[in-house]
């Protein structure tokens, strides 16, 4: 059974930080493409930062620079380091998992307070 499990959500002041992970089991983690996405209340889930099995990485335009996605295979783990938090980073982050078929995490709620 595949899980994507999320974890390091909170709320924090505007200009702080969190870091979010996401821990897979069921999965050969390695060769598969990770991103995370967010989701606010009453807009589109949108994506927020990739990486692929080959470690590219593609931002958003609205976190490059501020935030940071990163992999341990060995822990089959992925990571989102976000820094000067903005409260329009307000939002539930789900975790993404792709190789040929798609799964997603359950999602951790960031707030970010003005």
């Known amino acids: 059974q595949v899980q994507l499990v999320e974890s390091g959500g909170g709320l924090v002041q505007a200009g702080g930080s969190l870091r979010l992970s996401c821990t897979a089991s069921?999965?050969?983690?390695?060769?598969?493409?990770m991103a995370w996405y967010r989701q606010a209340p009453g807009k589109q889930r949108e994506l927020v930062a990739l990486?692929?099995?080959?470690?590219?990485?593609n931002y958003s335009d609205f976190v490059k620079g501020r935030f940071t996605i990163s992999r341990d295979n060995a822990k089959n783990t992925v990571y989102l380091q976000m820094n000067s938090l903005k409260p329009e980073d307000t939002a539930v982050y789900y975790c993404?998992?792709?190789?040929?078929?798609?799964?997603w995490g359950q999602g951790t709620q960031v707030t970010v307070s003005s």
């Open positions: 069921g999965i050969t983690f390695r060769r598969f493409e």
């Open positions: 990486i692929t099995s080959e470690n590219i990485i």
């Open positions: 993404y998992a792709n190789y040929f078929t798609r799964f």
